[in-house]
């Protein structure tokens, strides 16, 4: 569900200053896929923002944008498919539910080509898939579609290759400048530096109980700090988990949580109801919040995990294989 849940969060994505304004339209057509519901999620602290229901098979939609947005349409088994909206701007998505990986959108040269690559990479074997998504961007540095490729191949890995994405983050900005690509730009230029093996930033920030917390409290054998928001499943489900392998590791285990939400209330509520023991954050700034920007958190969840003298020994971990190296760690 990483993959899937996890990449909800780099799925609404600012990629113009434009703001001329306009409908985006969309309508599909599948196979095998009689009726039911569709999911659209955005990022930068929106999470869910639309519901598609398909009728026998088919659903027309239509949402008024400012901006060039890259959306991610969700289907019910959690498979995602990017698609490209531009204000005025109107797509055809078309395909057999029983194969997602091989949906089409199409009606622009943008989707157009961002669906060209992923028909192509699903042809391209794992050791070559990097190489092939970097050549995509060198191609095409100045489409939109870059900054899915990015996220998805670059940043949204164990260990992301921060330097390689940098690289070709600059390409991108040099031949289109935009507002979301020149932010990122700033935070890999920082991060590029933070590897396996670096000691965690030193950050601090107040707690939603009204104390503060800092990397520098995290005495632990092991020392997680995770992202998580009350809107995106994925990442409570592994604040629930933490909180098992907590009352099974006592302090071995040190925990902190950074909330993405901007409503300080519903994520004091969510962590009173999970039983969030630990020090949580949220600052109702989103994703300026301090540790995110630091700690270079690009995706909800996220996770940087920290042995006892504060190096940073994995990021980008969920699910079991989360689960798995912290019980690694602490054995």
Not at 99 to 104: S, W
Not at 172 to 175: E, L, P, V
Not at 213 to 225: F, P, R
């Given at each position: 569900?990483?993959?899937?849940?996890?990449?909800?969060?780099?799925?609404?994505?600012?990629?113009?200053?434009?703001?001329?304004?306009g409908t985006f339209r969309m309508k599909g057509k599948f196979k095998n896929f009689n009726q039911g519901e569709l999911l659209v999620y955005s990022l930068m602290g929106k999470g869910r923002i639309d519901t598609i229901k398909l009728t026998e098979g088919r659903f027309n939609y239509e949402v008024p944008i400012e901006d060039t947005l890259l959306l991610s349409v969700v289907f019910p088994n959690y498979s995602e498919i990017p698609v490209i909206a531009a204000p005025g701007g109107s797509v055809t998505m078309q395909g057999d539910a029983s194969?997602?990986?091989?949906?089409?959108v199409e009606g622009d040269d943008d989707n157009h080509v961002l669906t060209e690559f992923r028909l192509h990479i699903n042809e391209v074997t794992p050791p070559e898939v990097e190489n092939t998504a970097a050549a995509f961007i060198t191609d095409h540095p100045g489409s939109p579609a870059c900054i899915y490729v990015l996220n998805k191949y670059f940043?949204?890995?164990?260990?992301?290759?921060y330097g390689k994405a940098y690289n070709l983050l600059s390409k991108?900005?040099?031949?289109a400048p935009r507002r979301l690509t020149s932010q990122l730009y700033q935070q890999l230029a920082g991060l590029k530096g933070i590897k396996i093996g670096d000691r965690l930033p030193k950050v601090s920030a107040k707690t939603i109980t009204g104390g503060t917390?800092?990397?520098?409290?995290?005495?632990?054998?092991?020392?997680?700090?995770?992202?998580?928001?009350?809107?995106?499943?994925?990442?409570q489900s592994i604040q629930r988990q933490l909180h098992r392998l907590k009352n099974k590791y006592g302090n071995r285990l040190q925990l902190i949580s950074i909330?993405?939400?901007?409503?300080?209330?519903?994520?004091?509520?969510?962590?009173?109801r999970d039983s969030l023991s630990w020090p949580v954050v949220c600052s109702g700034q989103m994703w300026d919040t301090p540790f995110v920007k630091q700690l270079g958190f690009f995706t909800v969840p996220d996770v940087v995990i920290a042995d006892r003298n504060g190096r940073i020994i994995v990021r980008q971990l969920a699910g079991n294989a989360l689960y798995d190296e912290i019980e690694k760690q602490l054995k």
């Open positions: 569900m990483k993959k899937a849940l996890g990449y909800l969060l780099f799925t609404l994505i600012v990629v113009s200053c434009s703001t001329s304004g194969h997602l990986r091989e949906v089409k940043l949204l890995r164990a260990n992301a290759p991108m900005q040099a031949a917390v800092s990397t520098t409290d995290l005495k632990g054998d092991v020392n997680v700090i995770t992202l998580w928001s009350t809107w995106n499943y994925e990442s909330s993405l939400d901007g409503n300080i209330a519903d994520c004091r509520q969510t962590a009173r």
